[in-house]
């Protein structure tokens, strides 16, 4: 039972059904990314060598993604795995107990990592851009509060952090300007840094 409304089930329900189709194509060993919209977003399909299956929520937040991933990693059986959640979590007026909610089913999911033995890369949620179509919509200070949460639950049990909020923020932690299309979701410049980064420390962790 989630704790929000949902009127992202049919998109989810479609999710559903692509990602299973991707799967196949993938196969077992791949590189399973998953988590929200900003990740639905992400349009390559390798990292380095690894072919990549996108199991992006648009909408979804982390506790309703908690349960998806075992069965995702049952299903997909990937090699490695990169996790970016909590955008959603962070909406406008959200209070500390929501974001400490967030955080246990946060832990729980990387627990579903480590349960499955697939090393996860987790990456904080980006800084919001200021003046956009959505920025209203989310609050700046519980994204932060958010990824720092992120920050320590991930501290020596995943195989890498990149943190989004420190890489893409201008010096007063909003988001640099030109980085997202709308304040939450990012430009193409900002995918192509996001899928660089994810080149070198997927390499790294091959090496």
């Not at 406008?92 to 627990?111: M, N, P, Q, W, Y």
Request: with cysteine; charged share 20%.
């Amino acid at each position: 039972m989630t704790s929000q409304p949902n009127p992202f089930a049919p998109h989810w329900l479609i999710r559903d059904i692509v990602i299973s189709s991707h799967k196949a194509a993938v196969g077992p060993g791949g590189l399973l990314f998953v988590g929200d919209s900003i990740v639905e977003g992400f349009y390559w399909n390798r990292i380095g060598s690894r072919p990549l299956l996108n199991a992006g929520y648009s909408g979804i937040w982390t506790e309703a993604l908690e349960p998806r991933v075992p069965l995702l990693l049952q299903s997909a059986r990937p090699r490695t795995a990169v996790l970016l959640v909590g955008t959603n979590d962070a909406k406008k007026d959200c209070t500390e107990s929501t974001l400490d909610g967030a955080a246990e089913h946060f832990e729980r999911i990387v627990g579903h990592f480590a349960d499955a033995r697939v090393p996860v890369v987790v990456l904080t949620p980006p800084p919001i851009e200021q003046a956009k179509r959505l920025t209203g919509f989310y609050s700046p200070e519980a994204m932060a509060s958010f990824s720092r949460r992120m920050l320590q639950i991930s501290d020596g049990r995943t195989a890498s952090v990149i943190d989004l909020q420190g890489e893409f923020a201008d010096g007063n932690g909003a988001a640099r300007e030109g980085m997202t299309t709308d304040g939450i979701h990012l430009s193409a410049h900002a995918y192509r840094l996001l899928h660089d980064m994810l080149e070198t420390t997927i390499a790294a962790l091959a090496a």
